[in-house]
């Protein structure tokens, strides 16, 4: 009982000292495995062996690939190739069913692009969308929050996602994540389009527009027209493409049937799908893009852009590797794996423990960190050891890590700031449904647990 005590004090601290005192959630998240070690009576000599280990091994195993991600969604976003896939969308779409033409594109850009950046972007689009239309700006604010929610929490190579197979130990099944979170998010995206709806004549008294809100005042052919010649739609999609196809096709070959058996072909796809080598294939076709005078210096400039991005999160990864190693090592597993064996909750723990924590404390990232570093060592007691048990894991922690979005999540702030939607109005909205999209995830998730577990 002592060890659960801890534990809660521990997630209290993190929780208290992100949100109450804005400290970095990579101190906090350090700071709790430190104090976790003592408070568990780890003996001396492995406190920081078990600390430094998992930091380095989790940045070793992912860290690579999430800085690569970041690159080529940094590039995807300055180079227009954003705005060019959002327009190829509509062309297809058309504009006769705005929330879910939006929901679609903040769902396929939030992929390589983290859903601020997304919404910031395709903000002047939506405002676009909504004037052809005639439908409220509160829907299509909602509609294209929740479906750029729905992939960041849910579809690697997101970083979030990612960390959680590195914590969980699923890492090396990347395609078989993306083929169960891509319909798993359209489902939570669809339930934000569905819940926009409901708000389709809904008018509201816009906040004042921000003066040095540049975007959010910026015309769509304006936004447009600072992107210069925009790539065509094929150009655009590839970088995102290539990756997912590479890693899902490597899945594929190596399922236990072999279905293309072991020879050449076999090590090649192999190799192209592993993460990291996608990713920087990605990379190349993104380089691509980049148009200007100087493509090296540009180039340059994106990958320190990309560099100062990843870090924070890189950061918040190790971190919370080591957090979780800590409870790994100490008596809570047992006391934990003893009393979750007869409650029968399966993936309901690691769901509820992150939108506890997301709600807590307003950072996605954190919540799917954290959680996947604390539940790992308790799959086996939950009845989630097996690989699809572990994907299905990730998944339900990247649906909790949606709910909810409030004040205390800088998410939040962007869309509704952005979309000058007072903060009442947002409550009642906003944070609404982001709880509707995770629970309807889950809800997803628990039925494909009905015919994989």
Request: with cysteine.
């Amino acid at each position: 009982m002592s060890s659960l005590l801890i534990l809660l004090a521990l997630v209290a601290g993190i929780v208290f000292v992100t949100a109450r005192w804005k400290i970095s959630p990579f101190l906090a998240l350090m700071g709790a495995a430190l104090v976790g070690a003592f408070a568990f009576r780890l003996p001396l000599e492995e406190v920081v062996t078990t600390v430094t280990t998992a930091f380095g091994g989790t940045l070793g195993s992912i860290g690579l690939v999430i800085l690569f991600g970041t690159m080529i969604g940094m590039i995807l976003e300055r180079s227009g190739a954003a705005i060019a896939m959002a327009e190829a969308l509509i062309k297809v779409l058309g504009t006769r069913f705005p929330n879910l033409t939006m929901s679609l594109i903040g769902w396929i850009v939030s992929i390589p692009v983290f859903c601020d950046s997304g919404y910031v972007i395709l903000n002047s689009l939506r405002k676009a969308v909504t004037l052809r239309t005639g439908v409220s700006a509160l829907a299509t604010s909602i509609a294209l929050m929740t479906g750029l929610y729905a992939t960041h929490t849910l579809v690697p190579p997101t970083p979030g996602p990612l960390a959680a197979a590195d914590n969980i130990g699923i890492s090396d099944n990347l395609g078989m994540i993306i083929a169960l979170g891509v319909p798993v998010s359209l489902v939570a995206a669809l339930a934000g389009v569905a819940y926009a709806r409901l708000f389709a004549r809904k008018e509201f008294t816009p906040l004042p527009a921000e003066s040095d809100a540049e975007l959010s005042t910026q015309t769509y052919e304006e936004l447009r027209e600072s992107y210069g010649r925009l790539p065509n739609a094929f150009h655009a999609f590839s970088p995102i493409l290539l990756p997912l196809v590479l890693i899902c096709v490597s899945s594929v070959v190596k399922l236990p049937a072999r279905p293309i058996g072991e020879g050449l072909a076999f090590d090649v796809l192999t190799f192209l799908g592993t993460p990291l080598i996608a990713l920087i294939l990605g990379l190349l076709v993104a380089v691509t893009l980049l148009r200007g005078d100087d493509k090296l210096a540009l180039f340059h400039e994106r990958v320190h852009e990309s560099i100062r991005v990843a870090a924070p999160i890189l950061l918040i990864t190790g971190a919370g590797a080591s957090f979780g190693a800590v409870l790994a090592a100490s008596p809570l597993t047992g006391f934990l794996s003893e009393h979750l064996t007869g409650l029968g909750i399966g993936l309901a723990a690691p769901f509820l423990i992150a939108a506890a924590l997301k709600s807590a404390q307003g950072s996605s990232t954190v919540s799917i960190v954290s959680t996947s570093a604390l539940v790992a060592p308790l799959l086996s007691s939950l009845g989630l050891s097996s690989p699809e048990g572990m994907v299905l894991t990730v998944l339900a922690i990247g649906a909790g890590a949606m709910v909810v979005s409030h004040a205390n999540d800088s998410y939040f702030w962007v869309v509704s700031q952005i979309s000058r939607i007072p903060v009442p109005t947002a409550y009642r909205t906003l944070t609404v449904a982001t709880a509707v999209e995770g629970v309807a995830a889950f809800a997803a998730i628990q039925a494909l647990g009905l015919f994989l577990l």
